[in-house]
């Protein structure tokens, strides 16, 4: 069985221009695992994960996606290996233009020479594992926000991707679709044997779903925590973490306690 | 000093030593105010002296000069993209036809009007003027080759670039606020490659063809106007064929092809540097319509100068 890390990143540095975001990031990512990225406003998670699909290119260090590195890279390279990837976003980025079954198939058909039936029964099984079937023939407008992540997902992993990203997949859901969407995640890695890393915020599908988390901090510009969220939230000796596992908000000066 | 009882610091307060007094605050905002806690987050508000004529003149001049600057460098990476052969397994020809139709042949009623009416007013102008010296006959002269060289090509490609350039910045602006170019990206597609040459390859294919509808009717236009000038179908005619030459032609269509490619590489290029929002996609649709009739008239400038 092959042990090595599926993703593994190497004192990454990232930022823009002069201004770094985040550095000597380093952490692997094992087949089957659900590792969560998190960290709060501005630290640079959504950053990371750009940085991670090639969209943004790092000040130093390197990626390697199935050992292969993905800075060395050359453009046909490059473009290979994002297609090892797959990637929901927050907004679920489907094309305005064509329906849900046009969308998730969209990838088959610049990449592969299926012919057009058994393209569609690959969208349609996905699309069935996904609880999307009904909502095939319509339009992105048409779809309510957990829909469109559903698509996204189903999108995301037509080219038969076992490494998906997700962007704040529970982001602006109801608990009870947060949830569902929870459950598809873990379905789907039982099933397909799926690789996730999750950009959250979101603490209950955090300690529902994530075998590992890692946190950054804008201020020290790092990895500040690692390891299973529970550990982290109970354990840690890190003010910083077990502020951010409990919720709490920072500390106000007594002075304005008084005052409020 | 004089008192407003609004609330609001007046043009008296400005001086160091006024004294603002506040009435009729909601108790909130008095209470608000009157808090020490929220000295600290008073800062100046730094005002910048306005800036002179000519320092905005060169400010903007320094700012356009740098627009075109990008521009060259994107229809470079295009035609970069082009050459590298990959756009061949990427461009998409049934998007490049849809393209085209949207660009093309919807738009073949509003340039066969504009044409037309071209046509008839500036034989109609041309007319008066040549009349006082009995020189009606030839305006057909002038008109034609107005017509085939300057308004045919220059009519279309505004038309076609408040129509098209308007929505192809408008498409990708969108596009990209929705992530979109994103998920491209992360499929290993290059938008220039995959959206942006669709759109350059139907814009320099259609805006000559639109060309020669509109010239066809601009000169129908200025014949039907002859005839109030008592000068015949079959004189007009005539006429028209010892006064323009095929160059006049293939010269209309060459600036036609070089205003499909601004129309396309502006519309496309500020919808791919779209800012965050709905609004920024608007400035983009607005911004690509003035930037390419802007261009269109300064590169039929250059021809004028090039070809006189």
Not at chain 1, 50 to 79: C, M, N, Q, R, Y
């Amino acid at each position: 069985m092959d042990t090595r890390p599926v993703i593994r990143v190497c004192d990454l540095r990232m930022g823009f221009g002069a201004r770094i975001l985040l550095d000597a990031v380093s952490f692997d990512v094992h087949r089957g695992e659900i590792l969560v990225i998190l960290g709060g406003s501005g630290s640079g998670k959504s950053s990371l994960m750009k940085t991670l699909i090639g969209l943004h290119d790092p000040l130093a260090g390197d990626i390697f996606i199935k050992g292969t590195s993905l800075v060395g890279a050359d453009a046909d390279e490059k473009a290979h290996l994002q297609r090892e990837l797959g990637v929901m976003y927050q907004s679920g980025a489907l094309f305005g233009s064509m329906n849900v079954l046009e969308n998730v198939r969209f990838p088959l058909d610049r990449f592969t020479d299926l012919p057009l039936i058994q393209k569609n029964r690959i969208v349609r099984r996905l699309l069935r594992e996904l609880e999307m079937l009904a909502a095939e023939s319509l339009m992105p407008g048409e779809l309510s926000g957990g829909m469109l992540k559903r698509a996204g997902i189903a999108r995301a992993m037509a080219l038969g991707c076992d490494i998906l990203l997700l962007d704040e997949p529970s982001a602006g859901l109801d608990p009870i679709t947060a949830a569902n969407l929870d459950r598809t995640i873990l379905s789907l890695r039982r099933s397909l044997d799926v690789t996730f890393i999750i950009v959250t915020h979101e603490l209950q599908s955090i300690f529902a779903i994530a075998d590992r988390a890692i946190l950054l901090d804008p201020v020290s510009r790092s990895i500040i925590a690692q390891g299973r969220p529970a550990d982290l939230r109970d354990h840690s000796n890190d003010a910083r973490v077990r502020q951010f596992f409990n919720r709490q908000p920072d500390a106000l000066a007594p002075d304005v306690i008084t005052k409020l | 000093m004089s008192k407003r009882s609004d609330g609001f610091r007046h043009r008296g307060a400005r001086s160091r030593e006024a004294s603002v007094e506040r009435q009729a605050l909601t108790p909130n905002l008095a209470a608000m105010l009157g808090r020490d806690d929220l000295r600290d987050v008073d800062t100046p508000v730094a005002v910048e002296p306005p800036a002179g004529f000519f320092e905005e003149v060169g400010q903007a001049t320094e700012k356009n000069f740098s627009y075109v600057a990008e521009l060259i460098g994107f229809v470079g990476a295009c035609a970069h993209a082009t050459l590298r052969g990959r756009w061949r397994r990427v461009v998409s020809w049934q998007d490049t036809l849809d393209v085209a139709t949207e660009t093309g042949v919807k738009a073949v009623p509003i340039v066969l009007l504009v044409g037309f009416l071209m046509g008839v007013i500036i034989s109609f102008e041309l007319g008066l003027v040549a009349r006082q010296f009995g020189a009606v006959i030839f305006v057909v002269n002038g008109g034609a080759v107005a017509v085939l060289r300057e308004l045919g090509p220059l009519m279309t490609a505004i038309v076609v670039a408040g129509r098209t350039g308007a929505g192809f910045a408008a498409q990708i602006g969108a596009q990209k606020v929705d992530e979109e170019l994103d998920a491209l990206r992360t499929f290993g597609l290059d938008p220039v490659e995959f959206l942006v040459l669709p759109r350059l390859l139907a814009s320099i294919t259609v805006v000559p063809m639109l060309t020669v509808f509109a010239d066809i009717v601009g000169l129908i236009g200025g014949g039907l106007v002859m005839q109030s000038f008592d000068v015949t179908y079959l004189q007009s005619y005539t006429q028209l064929l010892g006064a323009v030459h095929a160059w006049d032609l293939v010269l209309g269509l060459i600036k036609a092809t070089c205003f499909g490619l601004i129309i396309a590489a502006v519309g496309c290029h500020r919808g791919l540097t779209t800012g965050a929002g709905a609004t920024a996609v608007g400035q983009s649709a607005t911004r690509a319509v003035v930037s390419s009739i802007v261009l269109i008239i300064v590169i039929d400038g250059l021809f004028a100068a090039l070809t006189s």
